[in-house]
């Protein structure tokens, strides 16, 4: 099968991008993709490989007023380079310098000379010098196969710098590609044909007009078709318009009969092929230039020629639209689609439409925790339970302290004021004991008095003995607010008189962290439109567009760029008219001019339509 080759489109180029599953990690080894999808997509690609540590050498001439400092690449990383101890102006004679560089690191040596003049004046130095790369360094290399095609599916094949066989990759956002098959009406042109250098599919108005603009100036077209239909009569003018030339109509004669007992019989434009009918598949558009064979001649074929493929005016598109999904599962997605289906340069700048972060802070939660701590929280913004984490959290003191919160996928969503909740405990503070011995009235239960200038109570008590003048208890002590504070005797006498006598002990105030509450303002999740992080993708053959490694297709654009879906296809080249003649009828050659151009194939040509009106008697 012949080579397709098609007219200088625009072409694609996009920035460099990783390669995907391949033997090396995408951090090793990029592409830059080239072409389109009508032509085929190309890669060039790149490894990132290490660095020889040869040393690069090399000699400069300096002047006398040189300041000791070179300019050099080694490796394909440029410094400056200046000698240790060199003076300038000095006079060396097989001097030796160590060389740094901008960093201060050793990276060679240099060699120094004065040259003197015929009157042995000293003139310039000459430098020679050796600098090895950095250990370790690595730098990106071309692979000698660039560029590389793009096979199904977005596979290619490159074999690394110094390599002997290629490695498969796959470039991202190809996954549906498929390279430019056959399809086409001229894929068994004979081996003799071997100047039919082009065939292209005509898929819009643009780039026909751009293929006719390709004809010899004056050529004339017949157009070989079952009828001449509007769209036919539209091909003619668009041919006079860009070529100058005269365009002729060619039906069946099948056709022709009816067009006898019409104005149209004399019609110099119309012509009659030795056929009953013909397919609107097989139609054909032979261009023949006005200077004879010399010329490169132009053939038309495909039903393009009699009906109308609804081509607009300008094949520029720009579009929203909704986009079906290859496979389930996908989530919604639309697209702007714009560009010129001509040049095959059509893309798609795609949204989805799912759960998307808020873009300010939309959400509140609240809570107390305790402590320990570490610093997480949990809250339900619009997905479900998600879990934050404070950043920098230590446990301490904090009064509407202020921290930034993430999610567990490490995106910043939150900030946070947190407060420590404390209580004040009250504590025997047994290292400073108050013993006392005083009177008072009641009990034992219930005693009033004053230790210090505060006051406490007995209770407690229990009957210890009698010792014949008086009831003695054992007791406890508590304050008036109810906390124990000590404990001793209460000795009941005559007339309810107490002596109450014992050890009483001072508070001491201690405060205890309980945890902490914190008021948590969150980005929530919302259900809306967002960018897909890869935009803009190439729009693919029938439509399909990848975003994110999700497969969609473009309805409306299924035939775009599809093997045989154009309506027209072009060939060039004289030997293309002789086989197509054949192909038509192998029988005959209904194609006068084609007599006395080499074609062995007998038969009459076409004939004016009034000439065979009359032969047939119509």
């Not at 005016?313 to 496979?327: M, R, S």
């Amino acid at each position: 099968m012949r080579k397709v080759f098609l007219l200088p489109f625009l072409s694609l180029a996009l920035a460099q991008v990783g390669l995907l599953d391949g033997p090396r990690p995408p951090t090793e080894v990029r592409g830059t993709l080239q072409g389109n999808a009508r032509d085929g997509y190309r890669v060039a690609v790149e490894f990132l490989v290490d660095q020889g540590v040869e040393p690069l050498q090399g000699s400069a001439l300096q002047p006398l007023s040189w300041n000791g400092t070179l300019y050099l690449c080694p490796g394909g990383v440029c410094d400056t380079f200046r000698l240790s101890g060199y003076t300038r102006g000095a006079l060396y004679s097989q001097a030796v310098f160590d060389l740094y560089d901008s960093h201060n690191r050793f990276r060679g040596r240099a060699g120094v000379n004065t040259v003197y003049d015929p009157q042995n004046r000293p003139a310039y130095y000459r430098v020679e010098y050796a600098v090895s790369p950095l250990q370790g360094t690595r730098v990106w290399r071309p692979s000698p196969d660039n560029p590389v095609p793009v096979e199904a599916g977005g596979w290619l094949s490159a074999t690394p710098p110094g390599g002997v066989r290629p490695e498969r990759y796959r470039y991202p956002g190809l996954e549906g590609y498929q390279p430019p098959q056959g399809g086409s009406a001229f894929t068994s042109i004979s081996p003799a044909d071997r100047d039919v250098v082009e065939v292209v599919r005509v898929d819009s108005l643009a780039l026909l007009r751009q293929v006719f603009g390709r004809a010899q100036r004056g050529s004339t077209l017949y157009l070989y078709v079952p009828d001449i239909s509007p769209w036919t009569q539209r091909l003619a003018q668009e041919w006079g318009s860009q070529v100058g030339g005269r365009a002729r109509f060619v039906v069946p004669e099948g056709t022709a009969r009816a067009y006898c007992a019409t104005p149209a019989r004399r019609d110099p434009r119309y012509y009659v092929m030795p056929r009953e009918s013909l397919p609107p598949e097989a139609s054909l558009g032979v261009a023949y230039p006005p200077s004879g064979e010399g010329q490169p001649g132009m053939v038309l074929a495909g039903a393009g020629l009699y009906r109308d493929p609804g081509w607009p005016e300008t094949d520029y598109v720009d579009f929203t639209t909704a986009l079906i999904p290859l496979t389930e599962g996908l989530p919604q997605a639309r697209a702007r689609v714009w560009g010129y289906t001509s040049r095959a340069d059509l893309k798609a700048r795609v949204e989805f439409y799912e759960r998307v972060l808020s873009s300010g802070y939309d959400r509140y939660a609240s809570g107390q925790v305790g402590t320990p701590w570490d610093g997480r929280f949990t809250a339900d913004v619009g997905a479900g339970v998600e879990t934050f984490r404070l950043q920098n959290w230590q446990e301490g003191d904090y009064t509407n302290a202020i921290f930034y919160a993430q999610d567990d996928g490490g995106r910043d969503r939150a900030f946070v004021y947190v407060t420590t909740r404390k209580e004040t405990v009250y504590e025997l503070d047994t290292s400073r004991p108050t013993d006392f011995s005083l009177l008072a009235f009641g009990g034992p239960n219930g005693v009033r008095f004053t230790v210090a200038g505060e006051t406490f109570e007995s209770y407690d008590c229990r009957f210890s003995n009698w010792t014949g003048q008086a009831y003695y208890y054992a007791c406890s002590y508590r304050d008036l607010q109810g906390r124990y504070r000590g404990s001793g005797t209460v000795a009941i006498a005559v007339l309810n008189i107490a002596q109450v006598s014992g050890t009483v002990y001072p508070l001491v105030a201690r405060t205890r962290t309980l945890g902490y509450t914190y008021s948590a303002y969150i980005r929530g999740w919302t259900e809306g439109w967002r960018a897909a992080s890869d935009n803009d993708r190439p729009v693919q053959a029938g439509g399909v567009v990848y975003a994110e490694g999700r497969g969609y297709r473009v309805p409306g654009l299924e035939g775009y760029l599809q093997p045989g879906s154009g309506a027209l296809e072009v060939a060039f080249g004289n030997p293309a008219v002789s086989y197509l003649t054949r192909r038509l009828d192998p029988s005959a050659n209904p194609y006068e001019p084609l007599k006395g151009q080499g074609v062995q194939e007998a038969g009459v040509g076409p004939k004016p339509l009034l000439n065979w009106c009359v032969a047939k008697g119509l």
